[in-house]
T-cell receptor
Framework: DVKVTQSSRYLVKRTGEKVFLECVQDMDHENMFWYRQDPGLGLRLIYFSYDVKMKEKGDIPEGYSVSREKKERFSLILESASTNQTSMYLCASSEGQGWDGYTFGSGTRLTIV | KNEVEQSPQNLTAQEGEFITINCSYS?????LHWLQQHPGGGIVSLFM???GKKKHGRLIATINIQEKHSSLHITASHPRDSAVYIC????????FGAGTTVTVRA
């Protein structure tokens, strides 16, 4: 019954590495989102996409890029990982505006050493 | 400044106690959501509210649109209620509160 799948639950990478986080949804949703979650700051939007090959910056896009080549897959890329990107990363998808079918993945806890 | 403010940030209760989490928001909204996140990361929706009150089991959510305030209550709390509770308001990107970490001790 898994609907939004993130490829890794835990990931450890080195400073300066290029890091790929993958997210796949099987609900044919138009919208996909990447958030990071930090203690005391809550969920902050990094990037989102409302269609294939479309992307929009969220609140904290610096140091990240995204790719959406297929409707079901939304990738988050850390171009050159830094220790301040150590965080929990959550992917989500939705159908329409707002909360239509909003579904989160289980998250990837990324540690940059 | 976050558009959605939650309090308290952390809360510890004994099993059986009544728990209240508060959420205030600064912009007009069409709906407010309460979410639950268990250790391990996955987030599930508990309630979507646009007015009044909703109840599901031991969970009750209320909203006052005029005062821009919502509360989530847990009655007869149980250790399995230990989780992070997050409120979010419903624009097309969603805006989230920082979350309240609830720990219920047996």
């Amino acid at each position: 019954d898994v609907k939004v799948t993130q490829s890794s639950r835990y990931l450890v990478k080195r400073t300066g590495e290029k890091v790929f986080l993958e997210c796949v949804q099987d609900m044919d949703h138009e919208n996909m989102f990447w958030y990071r979650q930090d203690p005391g700051l809550g969920l902050r939007l990094i990037y989102f996409s409302y269609d294939v090959k479309m992307k929009e910056k969220g609140d904290i896009p610096e140091g990240y890029s995204v790719s959406r080549e297929k409707k079901e897959r939304f990738s988050l890329i850390l171009e050159s990982a830094s220790t301040n990107q150590t965080s929990m990363y959550l992917c989500a998808s939705s159908e329409g505006q707002g909360w239509d079918g909003y579904t989160f993945g289980s998250g990837t806890r990324l540690t940059i050493v | 400044k976050n558009e959605v403010e939650q309090s308290p940030q952390n809360l510890t209760a004994q099993e059986g106690e009544f728990i209240t989490i508060n959420c205030s928001y600064s912009v007009g909204i069409s709906a407010l959501h309460w979410l639950q996140q268990h250790p391990g990361g996955g987030i599930v929706s508990l309630f979507m509210l646009s007015s009044g009150k909703k109840k599901h089991g031991r969970l009750i959510a209320t909203i006052n649109i005029q005062e821009k305030h919502s509360s989530l209550h847990i009655t007869a709390s149980h250790p399995r209620d230990s989780a992070v509770y997050i409120c979010a308001h419903n624009d097309y990107k969603l805006s989230f509160g920082a979350g309240t970490t609830v720990t219920v001790r047996a």
